[in-house]
């Protein structure tokens, strides 16, 4: 069984600062890639952020210059460092990694249960 867990989330102000995690637990044999996805009401989920095992990263135009996505490898962690708030990044933030366990040794996408991220004055 592997889980993610989420957290972070919260309300802030326009130009606020909020830092998610997802930790990744479980059977885990190796994990591959990781990322940060969101969905806002009436929209379709979209990537917000995604980093390789080996520390490459890949962003949303939308977020470029703002979140940073980081990984510890040794906690089986991801990270999005989120800067400069816009209302529009409003939306339930979903953790993502593609992990083999050790029960099927093959690369499977798992998901977190979301976070909500309110930006709101």
């Known amino acids: 069984q592997v889980q993610l867990v989420e957290s972070g989330g919260g309300l802030v102000q326009p130009g606020g600062s909020l830092r998610l995690s997802c930790a990744a637990s479980g059977s885990i044999f190796v994990i591959y890639a990781m990322g940060w996805y969101r969905q806002a009401p009436g929209k379709e989920r979209e990537l917000v952020a995604a980093i390789t095992s080996g520390g490459s990263t890949n962003y949303a135009d939308s977020v470029k210059g703002r979140f940073t996505i980081s990984r510890d490898n040794a906690k089986n962690t991801v990270y999005l460092q989120m800067n400069s708030l816009k209302p529009e990044d409003t939306a339930v933030y979903y953790c993502?990694?593609?992990?083999?366990?050790?029960?099927?040794?093959?690369?499977?996408?798992?998901w977190g249960q979301g976070t909500q991220v309110t930006v709101s004055s």
């Open positions: 993502n990694a593609d992990i083999a366990s050790y029960r099927t040794y093959r690369s499977l996408p798992y």
